[in-house]
């Protein structure tokens, strides 16, 4: 169980999502309300595109509410578009290479949730992946091998259908080694441009997901909050618990959705896994 | 905010007491109940007594609950006596220098607790060190300062005496600070023979502090319970929070009160701050 | 690039052989002399047995120089088998589980080279492991992997005949992918009961081995210096590099053999990959 | 024995210095050419200017040269004016706390060399800070307590005074303990307007420390290589060891003198030690 943000907009200082708000990101790694677990104390990691097409990435085995480096990064570093998690493992090592997101070229991906009995599946989750891509990957996590198999299944061409490919994908295989609710899953991709974000689980009992009502809406209900009048037209932010209890701030993503933040009009369409 | 354990006995495996209990050290660390904070996770200590005078440590800024190595050692190192600390930093920097147990020569010292308005005394503390100590002096927390004011105050001749007299020494400079309840503390230290256990705060209402039942006594209450016959007849535990709700297993240390477990009889008596 | 050790022989503290050498583990660490690289500061490990079955395993990223929980392992653990490994990443991160040595069961495997052109190669031997073993499979390096292959090989029933169809294995697949010289490596596994050692390589100059003298040769020979005398006449070490310059201490383990460190007679055998 | 790199100039990404180039910080890490050390691995730094007043910093206990977040940053984080720093440690322990830069307000503050027999002098330092200073420091070396002295010697009135008497003080005081040599430095402060930077010593062989050619003259006697055309009229870099070998780019501040980067012209002067 784990717990993260995405950002679209202006530029804004990472630490305005990750650390300023009644319920940021680092008071969700000690108080998780929505989650499984309160506790997300098994590493985090920022992912943020700046000037170039590649993004940084910043991971670490601490826990966020005590790490001075992410203090200061989100503090000093100002992102038109960035992602932050706060891990739980569910099993696997507390190392870098576990934490969230994963990157591949200008793709980020990160992930809340699990394959189910993973141990028993791994060996052919990975030989689904793409022969050309298997030495990339360098964690042991269910998370970044659905990532990759989103990447094999055509990621870079077309986002949603990659990620449905993968979904029935991993409960195909599931279903074949006798597996209840293989996939359970709120997971976010971005190119730098779109933010792409699916709640799914197979049992339909996702895990929470939230996003940001349009800001020019949010502007005019709240003329008199100055934070809010800062936003940018077009600022979007899809969260794992809301940042703070504004009424009409946050709209919850309906179970087996698929939100895309984009330039020009936003998505939200039903997700339904695909299988070959 | 912390939570720790000390024993005495027969060797025994540390992971006994620190992993293998319904109510563990590991649990406490994501789930006091007693305590000022729910979660311990900014690092943790192990000090161990083997065959020679000097005791082994191992410190951590990890949290301990998914600490590899610290699992690695509970298993496999046995100690007739040991310390064992969860942190959670009250300001000072996750480092291993900040983690309990602190040791100098053959003594050992954790604390839970704090000294109220730290950056105001904390020069006047450093300065009541003894000067020939103070560069033995490597973490930056108020605990380790208590440490070394309990050895300024002749805690390797007398204890008792020394921690009184640190109490006294830290509360007077509180009120010459005008700072209201200056100390809040329960603390243990060794030299490997005996463990030394006090409990007090200023406005005495100090944190919570346990010690088990004499093992003759609770091998003869529960005859069917195999862990329990196996401890020897010396075997005792000082702890933050009962390891488990067996009844009769473990009594509060009263307000105010310091304990000592050695060879021969144990004592429980009246801790009285002294002043100079 | 790396740098290991491994002793059998009657208990003495870890530190005797890591630390209070002139040339010990920790000063190879900082200035090795005979291998490709002379600093070794990714990480470290430790593997020990002690009362029980399996061993111990301590295990970090930090450089073994300055790391001062190793110091205290190493000062307060005895052990009568251990190995101890200091790494030079050859492109995989560090991290603990990309630490040597590993361990299966009451196995350890530690290995210095490399697999050539790991990357290429990756998805192949993966492929070769035993299906139930794959998921315990933690780190990312081609040395974990070595293991892996090992056990599939039959490790636990023939220790040498299974180090050999690895070699055999690794050169053959190379040789398909087209790779010059795919296999380096001094390589030590044990059971807790015999140490089996190999330098070997497909280029035939193979990273540098030796192993000392029978020890009741080396006290005769040394009948004034205390700390041989105190050795017991079944201790043997094996080391990448000799740690001191005492004549006639250290033999080198010739080009392509094997040694078996054993109760009773060790040996020494030419090591010949195999082939299916 | 420490390494370290101040540039100044128009923003540009800090692994233009920190990593590429021939010899660069990095390379320094594992092989510095002019220092006491060959390895300078016991954790590095950064501290960077960017829009606001205040320096962001990232500091670890890692070696610089394997650190991914380290190479993230460098490569997506340009400013103006930064400090890098790469530790080998005299004996105070790798933390973050310990390692270079320190901050203060809107300075930086890093150092190479050392305070000779620094436990017995510590108490003493410590207590010529101003007392309302004392509970900022936060590691336990040398080098932050120079700092500290620094600042209580007027260092946001006049930088190089306050140097100066700080120096001068060391001395007296070693002078007053019977120690030889009491101060080695090379040392850097920044306000994030000018950098300054001292090399001196109480024996007269201090640290190594050149100060890059003017850009302008460097770009007229180099039309040719790219790399130099891009830099701004004003940049400027103060480096331990030269990172390459182009002849007429790198200058020695000679012994006992300070220099001044500066908007306008720079200056360099001997540095004198004050005594009060």
Redesign the interface.
């Known amino acids: 169980m784990c717990r993260w943000l995405a950002y679209s907009g202006d530029p804004i200082p990472i630490e305005s999502l990750v650390f300023r708000r009644k319920h940021s990101l680092i008071d969700q790694s000690?108080h998780a309300q929505l989650g499984a677990t309160t506790?997300n104390?098994?590493g985090f990691g920022l992912g943020?595109y700046?000037?170039?097409d590649d993004?940084?990435?910043?991971?670490?085995?601490?826990?966020a509410?005590?790490d001075?480096?992410l203090r200061?990064?989100a503090?000093?570093?100002?992102s038109r578009l960035f992602f932050a998690h706060i891990r739980a493992?569910t099993g696997?090592?507390?190392?870098?290479?576990n934490s969230h997101p994963f990157r591949f070229g200008r793709w980020l991906f990160m992930h809340n949730g699990l394959v189910r009995e993973?141990?028993?599946v791994?060996?052919d989750l990975?030989?689904a992946v793409d022969?050309a891509l298997?030495?990339s990957?360098?964690?042991?996590t269910d998370s970044e091998l659905l990532f990759y198999l989103t990447l094999t299944f055509g990621l870079e061409d077309d986002p949603v259908a990659a990620l449905e490919r993968m979904a029935g994908f991993v409960e195909e295989l599931g279903e074949r080694h006798g597996i209840e609710h293989p996939l359970q899953m709120s997971v976010a991709v971005t190119d730098g441009e779109r933010i792409i974000a699916a709640r799914y689980s197979s049992e339909g009992q996702s895990r929470s997901l939230f996003f940001s009502t349009d800001a020019r809406a949010l502007k005019q209900l709240y003329p008199d909050i100055e934070e809010l009048q800062q936003l940018s037209d077009e600022a979007r932010a899809i969260v794992s618990e809301p940042l703070g209890d504004l009424p009409g701030a946050w709209n919850v993503v309906p179970e087996s959705h698929i939100g895309i933040v984009q330039p020009g009009q936003d998505e939200l369409r039903p997700f339904n896994p695909r299988r070959e």
């Open positions: 000690l506790t104390g098994d943020w700046g000037d170039g993004p940084g990435i910043y991971r670490s085995v601490h826990p509410w005590n001075r480096n200061e990064l503090a000093h570093v100002s493992s696997t090592p507390v190392q870098e290479t993973f141990p028993r791994k060996r990975l030989l022969p298997i030495s990957i360098e964690g042991s």
